[in-house]
Nanobody, 121 residues
Framework: QRQLVESGGGLVQAGGSLRLSCATS????????MGWFRQGPGKEREFVAG????????YYADSVKGRFTISKDNAKNTVYLQMNSLKPEDTAVYYC??????????????WGQGTQVTVSS
């Protein structure tokens, strides 16, 4: 059974940093572009960042380019999101999922519990 377990969120001031982690089951991790999505208060869930299985290609939403970095550790079946220069508009629940590259949309219908990121101004 596929499992996605996100962690690392918290409350930070604007300009601060956080590192999110997403632990997945082995079969979940292999062969997929994995990524992060977020859902802010009153907003639709949106794509944030993605990374190819090899780690050789990364994809970012325009709103986070230059501030967020996605990475992965295949041995640990874990995807990370380093978030720097955080802004109040980054406040959201962050989720990981596989990424459908044609639409930058989530591949699976099931989600983990997410991790809350709150950025104060």
């Amino acid at each position: 059974q596929r499992q996605l377990v996100e962690s690392g969120g918290g409350l930070v001031q604007a300009g601060g940093s956080l590192r999110l982690s997403c632990a997945t089951s082995g079969r979940t991790f292999s062969s997929y572009v994995m990524g992060w999505f977020r859902q802010g208060p009153g907003k639709e869930r949106e794509f944030v960042a993605g990374i190819s299985w090899s780690g050789g290609r990364t994809y970012y939403a325009d709103s986070v380019k230059g501030r967020f970095t996605i990475s992965k550790d295949n041995a640990k079946n874990t995807v990370y999101l380093q978030m720097n220069s955080l802004k109040p508009e980054d406040t959201a629940v962050y989720y990981c999922n596989a990424v459908r590259l044609t639409t930058m949309s989530p591949f699976w219908d099931s989600w983990g519990q997410g991790t809350q990121v709150t950025v104060s101004s």
